[in-house]
C-alpha cells in the first residue's frame, strides 16, 4: 500500500483482542458500518471491509470534506495566494453590494464558521423556485447576500454553516486557477492518494467541498493521517506547521451548537475538536478521529444517518477505547488467528427476523391495490423465490422493482433515477447502488431494509404488516435531498 506499511497490531502497542470486541461491538449494537481502519506510527494495524464493500470502492465523505479544502486554504496561505485576516469579499469584486455584516467577514471567520448567518446560504428558502433543497445557480453571490443574515459581529460565535466551505473552494479555485482537489495534488502524490479522488460539483460548476469529496478508504486513511501529523509526510513540511497547529486547535466553542459528542469540544478551522485530540466528521458517520499524543488514527465510512447523533457518540467511544488500550511499546501476540477470521468474515447484516415464513404463501404473486397515500404507490406485488424476492410496485404511474434478499441483502439498484450524480442538482440518470434486505420480523410482519451507498447514502425501511386480506404498510426514509417521496403510511387490499 503506497504510503504505508501493514503490521501486526501487537507491533504497535494494540491487542488483536481488543479489535475483535470493537468488531463484537458493532454486531452487537448494529452500527450499519461498512469499512474502518487503524493506524499507528504509519502503519496499518487493520484493514477492514464488510462485503460487499472492499479496498476499491469509493465513498462519499460528505462533510470530512470540509478539512480537505481547509489543507488547500492552507497550502495557498502558505505560498502567499491568501491572507487569512483578509476580508473575505476582497476576492471576489465582482460581487457588488454585499450585506455589510457579510462584508466585514475574514478568510478566518469562514475557516472557524463564525460568520454572521443563522443558516448555509446556498439552501433554498421554502418560496423561492427549484425542486431540490438548494438553490439552482448563485451560490457565492448566496454568500455574501443578506439572505440568512444574522445580527451577530463577524468572528464571534459559532454556528455550523456548510457554505463556508463551498466559498472556501471557491477561493481556492480564484486565487490559484484550480479545483482544490487539483492544486492538493502535489501533497496529495506525496502521500499516495490515487489520481481517483473526485468531487461533486454545485450547480455553478465548482467542487461541493462542503460535502461532496469521494474516494477510497485507503485515500481517506492518507489524508486523516497527514491531518494526524499535522502536515508533516515522513519528515517533510507540506502543509506549514502554524497553519496545521492553528487548523486543529480550537479556534471557537461548540458547546451544546452540534448535539451529541464528540461535537462539542469545540472548532478549528474545518476541523472537529474532540476529547482526546481531533477530528473529521461526515454524514452518516464517515469519520477519521486523531489521537496525537499516541499517533493513533481510526478512519471509517458507515451509513448511519436515520441514527442522528448518538451512533456518532457510540462510534467515537469504541474508537477512544482502542486509543486507551494502547502501550507504548510491542506486547506480545495473542489472538491473532481470532482477529484474521473475524475480519475474513464481516459482511452486511440487515436482516431484523426470519428469511423465511409462511405468509409468503398467502401474500406472495398477489396484488395489492392501496388507498391515496403520500407515497404516491398505487398498487403492489412481493414475489418470494427461495433466497430472493421482488417488491414490485407503481408509483406515479410508473412501474418499479426492487430485489431483496431473504434474510441476506441483495446488491442491486434502487429503482430511481432523478437523484443527483456529478452534479448535485442534476439528475444522474442511472440508478444508485443499494443493499436490500428481506426478513420477516413475525409470522405476517415483513421488513425490507434498503441501503443506498452510492454518490449519495441514505435509506429505506418498509414495513409490511398483513392481516386478513389487508395491508398496512408504513415506509420510513432518510437522506441529503434524497429519498424524501419514500415517507408515509398507506393501506391496502387484495385485488384479484
Known amino acids: 500500500m503506497n504510503g504505508f506499511e501493514f503490521c501486526p497490531p501487537e507491533e504497535e502497542g494494540l491487542a488483536s483482542e481488543k479489535i475483535t470486541e470493537f468488531i463484537d461491538f458493532i454486531k452487537r449494537t448494529r452500527i450499519n458500518l461498512h469499512s474502518f481502519m487503524l493506524l499507528r506510527h504509519g502503519r496499518v494495524l487493520a484493514e477492514a471491509y464488510y462485503k460487499p464493500f472492499d479496498k476499491d470502492t469509493k465513498r462519499r465523505l460528505y462533510s470530512c470534506s470540509k478539512s480537505v479544502v481547509s489543507l488547500a486554504v492552507g497550502l495557498a496561505s502558505d505560498n502567499g495566494l491568501i491572507s487569512l485576516d483578509a476580508p473575505m469579499i476582497s476576492y471576489f469584486p465582482e460581487i457588488g453590494n454585499p450585506d455589510p455584516k457579510m462584508a466585514a467577514v475574514t ?242 447484516d440487515h436482516s431484523f427476523g426470519k428469511a423465511r415464513s409462511s405468509f409468503e404463501k398467502k401474500v406472495g404473486g398477489r396484488r395489492f391495490i392501496l388507498a391515496d397515500n403520500p407515497m404516491g404507490i398505487s398498487e403492489f406485488t412481493l414475489d418470494f423465490n427461495g433466497e430472493t424476492g421482488v417488491f414490485r410496485y407503481v408509483k406515479g404511474g410508473a412501474e418499479k422493482s426492487l430485489p431483496f434478499g431473504a434474510g441476506r441483502y441483495e446488491d442491486t439498484f434502487f429503482p430511481e433515477t432523478h437523484y443527483y450524480g456529478k452534479v448535485i442538482t442534476k439528475p444522474s440518470g442511472r440508478r444508485p447502488r443499494a443493499l436490500v434486505t428481506g426478513s420477516w420480523t413475525s409470522e405476517n410482519r415483513l421488513l425490507l431494509v434498503v441501503d443506498v451507498c452510492d454518490t449519495v447514502i441514505g435509506g429505506v425501511g418498509i414495513v409490511f404488516e398483513f392481516y386478513g386480506d389487508s395491508v398496512a404498510l408504513k415506509a420510513t426514509a432518510f437522506g441529503e435531498d434524497i429519498l424524501g417521496e419514500y415517507n408515509g403510511y398507506a393501506t391496502g387490499t387484495i385485488k384479484e
Open 107 to 348: 478568510v478566518k471567520d469562514v475557516l472557524t464558521m463564525t460568520v454572521p448567518q443563522w443558516a448555509t446560504s446556498y439552501k433554498r428558502l421554502p418560496d423561492e423556485p427549484g425542486n431540490s433543497i438548494v438553490l439552482n445557480s448563485g451560490w457565492t453571490e448566496a454568500f455574501f447576500s443578506s439572505r440568512f443574515s444574522l445580527d451577530k459581529p463577524a468572528g464571534k460565535l459559532f454556528l455550523y454553516n456548510s457554505a463556508t466551505s463551498y466559498v472556501l473552494c471557491d477561493l481556492v479555485r480564484r486565487v490559484t486557477g484550480k479545483g482544490f482537489l487539483e492544486y492538493l495534488r502535489p501533497v496529495f502524490d506525496k502521500i499516495g492518494v490515487s489520481e481517483d479522488i473526485d468531487c461533486v460539483l454545485s450547480p455553478d460548476g465548482v467542487e461541493w467541498g462542503s460535502s461532496g469529496v469521494i474516494c477510497t478508504m485507503r485515500d481517506f486513511a492518507k489524508i486523516g493521517y497527514l491531518i494526524l501529523e499535522k502536515g508533516n509526510y515522513r519528515g517533510e513540511q507540506l502543509i506549514s506547521r502554524d497553519y496545521m497547529e492553528a487548523a486543529t486547535s480550537k479556534q471557537i466553542d461548540t458547546v451544546f451548537d452540534c448535539g451529541a459528542m464528540p461535537k462539542n469540544y469545540g472548532y478549528g478551522y474545518q476541523i472537529w475538536i474532540e476529547p482526546f485530540g481531533y477530528g473529521l466528521h461526515g454524514l452518516g458517520s464517515q469519520f477519521a478521529f486523531c489521537f496525537p499524543d499516541k499517533d493513533f488514527l481510526f478512519v471509517c465510512n458507515s451509513n448511519t444517518e436515520n441514527s442522528a447523533g448518538y451512533r456518532q457518540s457510540e462510534l467515537y467511544e469504541a474508537a477512544a477505547r482502542l486509543y486507551l488500550s494502547l502501550k507504548d511499546g510491542p506486547i506480545k501476540q495473542d489472538g491473532n488467528n481470532r482477529l484474521a477470521s473475524a475480519l475474513a468474515g464481516l459482511e452486511i
